[in-house]
């Protein structure tokens, strides 16, 4: 599944530009090195895709002419994370899934959704998506991609040393309140959370789940699907075909996996 805000109408479609700066570090994983099966867990790790075209649809979805600029973050393990800077200074993340981050496109999808829970109905200020695509095949990047908000301010661990005593305490309740806030609601499902139009379900009209006063809560745009947990993915598991949920109590199959 993709999406993207829509352009302004009164907006041209934003033009490249012919000579964006990038090199195959972009695709490449530079962070480090393997010491066993070093080949395997790079291509693992390597993701092509058209720069210039994430570019083009990064500046579209923020209202911007054109991408001026990309950088890439230093890599983690299982994506690419990038900064785009556009004509106009505004700066979002686009983020491409690396071969080992889990199902093509559940793990996109999921995690889409699950930033949209989390912002909009847990309140927690999670990044903003402006567009993305679960669907490499059927897209013209090439890839499987979110573009995201850029949130203002530093890492905590900068600021930490220098803060004061009331500063750190202040950062430690925040802290408290969103995760108050996320074990606050109960699932009726165990699995991974999605828009409902990305799964092929027809529980559209079941109960979610039961918020902090114990309300049973329906919500037809998402829904309950397979688990993207990292203990289904890792260790060539991703290759292998078994019910990776939803299911009422934890998967039965995750004895299978020890």
């Known amino acids: 599944m993709s999406t993207e805000i829509p352009k302004p109408a009164s907006q041209s479609l934003p033009t490249l530009l012919p000579n964006l700066q990038y090199n195959d570090d972009l695709f490449n994983f530079t962070r480090g090195r393997f010491v066993i099966d070093e080949a395997f867990e790079m291509s693992q ?3 092509q895709f058209n720069v210039n075209e994430l570019a083009r649809l990064a500046a579209e979805a923020v209202g911007a002419n054109i991408c001026v600029s990309i950088e890439k973050y230093p890599d983690g393990m299982y994506n690419k994370a990038m ?9 979002v993340v686009a983020k491409v899934p690396n ?3 889990g199902k093509p496109h559940f793990t996109t999808a999921s995690e889409v959704a699950t930033m949209d829970f989390v912002r909009n109905i847990l309140k927690t200020p999670v990044p903003r998506v402006f567009a993305w695509s679960s669907k490499a095949q059927e897209n ?14 530093i890492e905590l661990e900068l600021a930490w040393p220098t803060m004061k005593t009331e500063d750190r305490l202040a950062v430690i309740q925040t802290i408290a309140t969103y995760q108050k806030s996320w074990t606050s609601i109960s699932f009726e499902k ?10 092929d379900t027809s529980s559209y009209n079941e109960v979610l789940y039961t918020d902090a006063d114990g309300v049973a809560v329906k919500d037809s745009r998402f829904a309950i699907g397979p688990s993207t947990g990292r203990e289904l993915i890792d260790n060539r598991r991703a290759t292998v075909e078994f019910d990776r949920g939803p299911c009422i109590f934890p998967s039965p199959n995750l004895h299978l996996l020890d």
């Open 190 to 199: 165990y699995g991974g959370l999605y828009y409902a139009k990305d799964l």
């Open 45 to 47: 790790r390597h993701v």
């Open 99 to 101: 071969p080992n981050a």
């Open 83 to 91: 900064l785009l800077t556009m004509d106009n200074g505004t700066q």
């Open 140 to 153: 013209s990047v090439g890839a499987e991609y979110i573009i995201m908000e850029k949130l203002p301010g």
